[in-house]
């Protein structure tokens, strides 16, 4: 066999003779693979490889994933393992990623719901949103949440049961029908929504929406960009780890939300937006049922500030496991505004004269704003910047090593990066800011299972299916006491050991109202809400007038039916029941919230028709 290969090749496939003896069933493609493997030091990828006849089904297919992993990270193989050696070096001496940056807070724009500018900024980002494009990181596991499904999937909450994807779809879909109602003339195109998806998430996702109709999108109005997996490492030599059960196959793992810019990159959407006049590209994670009740404003920002990168924060309780937006400046005088994340916070501020690490100033909070990681870049910038890096991101590596010799691991590791690193790369001239929220308005994630949100500290919150939902009847009640509605006070409840405030369990469509100044218009005279309500609104013409609700009620109509919900409203309404997370004859979307809903009588009106009605109709 090896007298039909060059003398070069035989010489550099010399220490793996089992290779060598295996050549003959290789294609000219698979031989140069070989290549860039023994030349980085992967020689021991073909140590147990049986002579050539046994098992070739299999050395083959171990080549096709070689294939797929070369050619799905930017620089091939070859440029991974380069880079995994030098970061996995530097782990090895603790070197400090921010060496020679020193931290400060930096200062950022302040918005507070209802205010003057709130509003202003709101009506600005409407009129934006015609020119932006949606993007949905998709692709992670949720491994701390260890839910079962796909994260989008679930609930956002149960009065109505929509699901975190169907109120994304909704919300941008109301925004660009709000955009197009403001715009001076022409531009009706739709906005495109992309959703970044993984092996573990892809069909599922694909098929939540097309048994959906989308959520009523149109298919061509949304994307699909999956990401890859990169090779696991086995030692400080960056040596690939083979699959436990599979020793023709390498074993990968995700490399971290980071692969959305190059794979919008080599997409060519960027290039389609930016020919279709669009402006935005706006970044989204997987369960914030909140978020888009601070796109508009934060959008708005974007524009009037010119950003070419608007970061999205919160304040932020001292450990709690979201980012800090930080300031970092060079002993050689430069600086960047860039989030730290949450397990390095801690440790730079140590080594830089914060004796006391991640802690909560006078304020109760972190001084750091909190990174919600929703980015708004403006798309033309965004698209050169890429045009230079191919869409790589900074990496980093986080082993876990056996012993204080890191010299190996306790699991095999792998490069990961993530989305919000993508402002280290630009120039100082660029325009990066970020602009922070109210937290009640804007973040409630749902990361955690039950039982490790229980063990958050006091006072922190706990990012759990039951604290998410909880966000949103807190929203959506303090929203309506904004615009006038009497809402009846919260009570506080443990559910599945987390003690929460449950106010009325108030719900809407975003059609209904996108904007404060929308929500303005809808209510009217005097109305109230008692405590123990239930109030579900899915319509668009639906008005709030002088009514009194004490019960439940649940009204949907179609666009041209106009409702005014009025008068006194009183049944035995939905009450709360607890359900133990631990209780599975109960699903587990429900479960792992704590409590479910008996729905002992409501009032449930359904306008189909067009024309104008009331609760008596
Ligand atoms: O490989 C991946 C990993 C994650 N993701 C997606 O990225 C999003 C964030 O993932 P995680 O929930 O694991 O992120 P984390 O909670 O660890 O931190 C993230 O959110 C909070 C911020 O403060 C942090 O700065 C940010 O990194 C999810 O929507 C997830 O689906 C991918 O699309 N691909
Ligand atoms: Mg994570």
Redesign the pocket.
Known sequence: MASTVDSSVSDLFSSAPALLSNLGILSPDQIELAKILIENGQTHLFLHWPELGVSDKEKLSFFEQIARLNSSYPGGLAAYIKTAKELLADSKIGKNPYDGFSPSVPSGENLTFGSENFIEMEKRGVIEAKEAAFV?????????LGYNGI?VALPRETTTGTCFLQHYIESILALQEASHKVASEGSEGDIPFII???DD?HSRTQKLLESNSYFGMKPTQVHLLK?EKVACLDDNDARLALDPNNKYKIQTK????G??HSLLYSSGLLDKWLDAGLKWVLF????NGLLFNAIPASLGVSATKQYHVNSLAVPRKAKE???GITKLTHDDGRSMVI?V??NQLDPLLRASGFPDGDVNCETGYSPFP????QLILELGPYKEELQKTGGAIKEFVNPKYKDSTKTSFKSSTRL?C???DYPKTLPPTARVGFTVMDIWLAYA?V?NNPEDSAKVPKGNPY?SATSGEMAIYRANSLILQKAGVKVGEPVKQILNGQEVEVWPRITWKPKWGMIFSDIKTKVGGNSEVSRRSTMAIMGRNVFIEDLSLDGALIVESIDDAEVKLGGLVKNKGWIMENVDYKDTSVPEEIRIRGFRFNKVEQLEKKFTQPGHFTLED
């Open positions: 949905l990181v998709a692709g992670g596991l949720g491994e701390r994260k970044m998806t993984s998430t990401q995700p490399h971290g939300h692969d959305v989204f994670q997987d369960t496991a979201i980012g989030n994340e949450y909190g990174n919600i990681n990961e993530m989305m919000q994630p990361k990012h």
